[in-house]
């Protein structure tokens, strides 16, 4: 009963995989993507790139933007949560084909980035209404290996299991120390691992090669005994274009 009582304050909600569809030299990635929880209380957008170097090695970059809510009326805590998140992100990655057809492929990236969260709580329960705020830098360090399966040139699916490691900077608040341990946000100068595997599914369009079709579903789950709240799916959807496809 009591646990049913907590209004948790997510501290991390996690980004899409970037998982591009490169199988050649020059092959690339240049895609906008609406992403929510499915819960309707967050919601953004992705932007993502990428460029395959040589018939080996490819970069990658990233950025993400949340907006969220979550409330509780409950005479323990009735407060009103509202978050924005934003970050970027780059790594360099090595793909290789799996068979000699080159319909299957392993690829893997190692990057990472920086962001910024800010949580504003207003609690209604007192009177007058209490507002708080908690801001803080983000550090992120990821790897990113995943299974390409292409079907043929206008449909492909990936596997993805990405392991990040999450550290928060330059934190600033005016919820005090016993919100901050009650609210879980006293763990949060921790290094915390996740666990972000994902499934990705990308259809080109049938009269306009190089534009793709892409969706997403993923996961986060923490791996180390660090006890914040953090969102737990993502869900994103959008368009990308191939620009060495499209240019020919």
Known sequence: MLQGCYLPRYAYSPAPNNVPVITEKKASKLGAYY???????????????????????????????????????????SSIIKYKRSAFEAAIGYYVPLNQEKKAWFQIFVGGGQGKTRLDDIITLNNPVVSRYFVANLNKLYIQPAFLFTFNERVSL?????????????????????????????????SILFWEPALVNSIEFEKLQGVRFEYQLGLSTRLNNVPISSRSFNFSAGIFLDLSRLLK
Do not use: C, M, P
């Not at 490691?165 to 341990?181: C, K, P």
């Open 35 to 77: 992403s929510q929880n499915l819960s309707n209380h967050s919601r953004g957008f992705d932007a993502q790139g990428a460029v395959a170097l040589t018939d080996r090695w490819a970069i990658q970059g990233s950025y993400f933007f949340r907006k969220e809510t979550n409330a509780g009326n409950d005479i323990r805590d």
């Open 158 to 190: 990936a596997i993805s299991s990405r392991v990040s490691s999450i550290v928060f900077r330059n934190q600033q608040t005016n919820y005090s120390n016993d919100e901050l341990v009650h609210y879980k946000l006293d763990q949060l100068n921790k």
